[in-house]
């Protein structure tokens, strides 16, 4: 690559890095000056640190979560006060101290969870405490502060450049139904190969996989956040809708995964010979009708057709062979096919 194409290459990185960057930089940058400056307004002594910390790490995450992020900083951060005030009221800073109001700031977390996992902002702010010279003062500033700055944010997030839902879960479903085609065909096409194809093969599958599995709760995620985001209101329903094609993509992957697995074990084995011409004579066609199952259905458009298609190749197989290894092949072909046609009655 020259010197100019490599430029190029850098100079569109950035700019799509700004695209997709930009604004959630821009809704920190504004929501932490007005979270300044209210708690200045509101009669701060001292420079409002703690205000400007909650938008940075509320916002700093999905945007639409900010509400939840807010709340959680809050709630934490009141519980690690009181935790690091109260082990002062018993005990000198000390080793023994600092390990309580670990123990007992990481226990209090675990309890006040924060998106499903502990919230350490507990311990944090119990630790926090200890370096204060007066920690009554620490603990008015800090909760006050603290306040002003997830009200500025939960009030601002909403409404400074909200993101798309939409246009982010349609482009995720686009990603989901591409990653499963290209799983099922290349695990059709690497079985019979040899060992080590089928191997990575396998491990592409996985790959493909995960992210769908990312994709999934990034769409939950976002259905969720819906509720806090008035100005895409009109669009919970399409939103919904791609969220539910997401997880039925990733629904799928569960038979996928088991598909891959049964070629790369059955891929050079002696015993399995006999089964292999006709696994190769099948398959192809039966990947190809579900494959167009698995776009039609996922583009929510009308997929009776190419399920009648799938249907009839893996009874064709079946009545080719119907040896245990030809089962195993088939069996995760019919449940695709099952799962889809259960989305597509809801």
């Not at 999905?62 to 690690?80: F, I, N, W």
């Amino acid at each position: 690559m020259n010197s100019h194409a490599a430029r190029t290459k850098r100079s569109g990185r950035a700019r799509d890095v700004i695209a997709t960057e930009g604004p959630a930089a821009a809704r920190i940058v504004v929501t932490v000056a007005a979270a300044w400056e209210t708690a200045l307004w509101l009669g701060a002594e001292q420079p409002p640190v703690y205000a400007a910390i909650v938008p940075l790490v509320a916002l700093r995450g999905d945007p639409m979560t900010a509400l939840a992020t807010s709340l959680q900083r809050v709630l934490g951060v009141v519980a690690g006060v009181f935790v690091g005030i109260a082990v002062l009221n018993f005990l000198h800073p000390s080793t023994a101290a600092i390990i309580l109001v670990l123990a007992v700031g990481l226990a209090t977390g675990m309890v006040l969870r924060a998106g499903g996992s502990m919230n350490v902002q507990v311990p944090a702010s119990s630790l926090l405490v200890f370096a204060s010279t007066s920690p009554d003062a620490y603990a008015l500033h800090r909760l006050w502060e603290t306040g002003a700055g997830a009200a500025v944010t939960i009030l601002l997030a909403p409404l400074l450049w909200p993101p798309d839902p939409r246009r982010t879960l349609a482009a995720l479903a686009a990603d989901s139904r591409t990653r499963l085609i290209q799983a099922l065909t290349s695990t059709t096409t690497a079985l019979g190969t040899d060992p080590g194809t089928a191997r990575d093969n396998l491990a592409s599958v996985t790959s493909h996989i995960e992210a769908i599995h990312s994709h999934a709760v990034r769409a939950r995620e976002a259905e969720r956040a819906m509720r806090f985001n008035p100005l895409r209101r009109r669009n919970r329903e399409t939103v919904t809708g791609l969220a539910r094609v997401i997880a039925t993509a990733d629904q799928l992957t569960a038979h996928l995964a088991t598909l891959a697995r049964e070629v790369s074990e059955f891929t050079g084995r002696d015993d399995l010979d006999p089964v292999l011409p006709e696994a190769r004579r099948y398959l192809p066609g039966l990947a190809a009708s579900t494959a167009k199952a698995i776009t039609d259905t996922l583009h929510e458009t009308t997929p009776q057709q190419a399920q009648t298609a799938a249907r009839a190749n893996l009874a064709a197989y079946a009545r080719a062979d119907r040896r245990p290894a030809a089962t195993a092949l088939r069996r995760p072909f019919k449940q695709i096919l099952d799962d889809l046609e259960q989305h597509f009655s809801l």
